[in-house]
């Protein structure tokens, strides 16, 4: 199985909300396939299709860390629908390499999506599942996990981020969609 390219911030990818996804195209089990084993070899717990590049409204999770073949979520065209209560915690991105700060999300929410046989569903989850769930939702929105920094964390990481954008290479591409 062939491993993604991640994109780095300040990718303006990154930035862009995704493209609604069309449930017959016919590549779409290989590259959910592509994310979960690029998500695997990176060590991480979500991966936006915007995140290798791809401008589709796409996302997985797993955060048994492919432990636990239940555990694995395909979010096609996903919507939160709420967010209840606040929570800080530390978080990081695998398009924000090296960096992880304190975030505000919702320390609850709910999620309606497709799965990869086209059938629609509901999530609701706290933890690590509902932190994953509006961190990838947001990828998909062009938000990122810097937007949701509190204002202590945000001038932690101030200097990476700066760092990050000066040696971003222009005209990287490769993507495909």
């Not at 993604?4 to 609604?20: F, G, M, N, S, V």
């Not at 695998?94 to 059938?119: H, K």
């Not at 990838?136 to 954008?165: C, N, P, W, Y």
């Amino acid at each position: 199985m062939p491993l993604l390219t991640l994109r780095h911030y300040p990718d303006p990818i990154l930035r862009q909300k995704a493209k609604t996804v069309d449930l017959k195209d016919p590549r779409l089990a290989g590259i959910v396939r592509d994310l979960f084993e690029t998500m695997y070899h990176e060590s991480g717990v979500g991966l936006a299709a915007n995140q290798v590049g791809l401008d589709l409204n796409l996302a997985v999770i797993d955060c048994s860390g492919g432990e636990d073949g239940n555990a694995k979520l395909v979010l096609i065209n996903p919507v939160v629908l709420a967010t209840t209560g606040t929570v800080e915690e530390d978080e990081g991105c695998l398009s924000f390499p090296g960096v992880r700060a304190v975030a505000r999300r919702g320390e609850r929410c709910r999620v309606r999506a497709v799965d990869l046989e086209g059938r629609a569903y509901e999530v609701e989850a706290g933890g690590l599942l509902g932190k994953a769930l509006q961190h990838e939702t947001d990828h998909l929105s062009g938000k990122l996990f810097i937007d949701h920094l509190t204002l202590a964390s945000r001038a932690s990481v101030e200097g990476k981020l700066k760092q990050m954008k000066k040696d971003a290479k222009p005209g990287k591409s490769g993507a495909r969609a």
